[in-house]
């Protein structure tokens, strides 16, 4: 199998011209329900990491798709620098983490090692992970959190990849029973190790490989994929790509209902 702690894995958009919609962080470490609809009177939280192992731009894409999902989340960056930080008590209170896209795999996690434990314990508890391009190599284990039954390994490198280049460009999938294009930037593949009890497969390469999946872990559950689902129109002007089915949000809501309803 591929190792991928070498992989690099970048979002699309330049962080010297923008960073997405900024929204307010939350009250810091809020305490509440630690699942979704534990208590129906109040918003579900979803924490969206933001830091040194994203991208600018990459966390404010996921949040606007967690935002416009059907679960009305009440949405919140979670990082070093943000009001509510990535502590245990805070992911406690929280109905969903999201992992965003970011650089290097090795960098990434070198940031993210001290929450690892943590993000481990939250999900094995009932928590959910949503992982988007280098936060679905993250959930894997070389290195990673280890929150898949297999890993996550670089797409362009397996045989018959429909991508070769860790350019910025467009990758086509199957999405359930549609043949559709992302944007991808040298995102991962995901592999169950033999264990697809639980596993749901959402979306396939051409080449038959993982593209997105929703996995059991602990009594938590693990959402990844490995192109850009949340990728808005900018980012595919910024790079002068035309995706001929138009930018769709939908797979990228399929992927957080599929997780939160499992």
Same mark, same amino acid.
């Given at each position: 199998? $591929?190792?991928?702690?070498?992989?690099?894995?970048?979002?699309?958009?330049?962080?010297?011209? %923008?960073?997405?919609?900024?929204?307010?962080?939350?009250?810091?470490? !809020?305490?509440?329900?630690?699942?979704?609809?534990?208590? @129906?009177?109040?918003?579900?939280? &979803?924490?969206? +990491?933001?830091?040194?192992?994203?991208?600018?731009?990459?966390?404010?894409?996921?949040?606007? $798709?967690?935002?416009?999902?059907?679960?009305?989340?009440?949405?919140?960056? &979670? =990082?070093?620098?943000? #009001?509510?930080? $990535?502590?245990?008590?805070?992911?406690?209170?929280? *109905?969903? +983490? &999201? #992992? @965003? *896209?970011?650089?290097?795999?090795?960098?990434?996690? %070198?940031?993210?090692?001290?929450?690892?434990?943590?993000? %481990? &314990?939250?999900?094995?508890? =009932?928590?959910?992970?949503?992982?988007?391009?280098?936060?679905?190599?993250?959930?894997?284990?070389? @290195? =990673?959190?280890?929150?898949? @039954?297999?890993?996550?390994? #670089?797409?362009?490198?397996?045989?018959?990849?429909?991508?070769?280049?860790? !350019?910025?460009?467009?990758?086509?999938?199957?999405?359930?029973?549609? %043949?559709?294009?992302?944007?991808? #930037?040298?995102?991962?593949?995901?592999?169950?190790? =033999?264990?697809?009890?639980?596993?749901?497969?959402?979306?396939? +390469?051409?080449?038959?490989?993982?593209?997105?999946?929703?996995?059991?872990?602990?009594?938590?559950?693990?959402?990844?994929?490995?192109?850009?689902?949340?990728?808005?129109?900018?980012?595919?002007?910024?790079?002068?790509?035309?995706?001929?089915?138009?930018?769709?949000?939908?797979?990228?809501?399929? $992927?957080?209902?599929?997780?939160?309803?499992?």
């Amino acid at each position: 199998m $591929l190792v991928t702690a070498f992989a690099p894995v970048a979002c699309a958009v330049d962080p010297a011209r %923008r960073r997405g919609p900024s929204t307010p962080a939350g009250r810091a470490d !809020r305490r509440a329900a630690p699942a979704y609809g534990a208590n @129906p009177a109040e918003r579900p939280v &979803a924490l969206v +990491y933001r830091g040194p192992a994203a991208i600018p731009g990459c966390p404010e894409a996921v949040a606007a $798709l967690i935002r416009d999902s059907a679960w009305n989340f009440d949405v919140r960056y &979670a =990082g070093p620098n943000e #009001q509510t930080k $990535l502590t245990a008590a805070a992911l406690s209170g929280a *109905g969903l +983490y &999201a #992992q @965003p *896209g970011g650089g290097e795999l090795d960098d990434g996690y %070198r940031h993210m090692r001290p929450y690892a434990s943590d993000i %481990r &314990a939250y999900v094995a508890a =009932g928590g959910r992970y949503l992982g988007f391009c280098l936060g679905g190599y993250l959930a894997g284990a070389t @290195p =990673g959190f280890g929150l898949l @039954p297999g890993d996550a390994g #670089q797409f362009i490198a397996t045989p018959g990849a429909s991508v070769r280049t860790d !350019r910025d460009t467009l990758v086509e999938v199957r999405w359930r029973d549609r %043949r559709i294009r992302l944007y991808f #930037q040298d995102g991962p593949y995901f592999w169950t190790g =033999g264990k697809a009890s639980g596993v749901t497969v959402l979306a396939t +390469y051409t080449n038959g490989r993982i593209a997105a999946m929703v996995a059991p872990y602990g009594r938590g559950r693990v959402g990844v994929v490995g192109p850009h689902p949340e990728a808005t129109a900018d980012w595919y002007e910024e790079h002068r790509l035309v995706n001929p089915g138009g930018v769709d949000p939908a797979p990228g809501r399929d $992927l957080i209902d599929t997780l939160m309803r499992a």
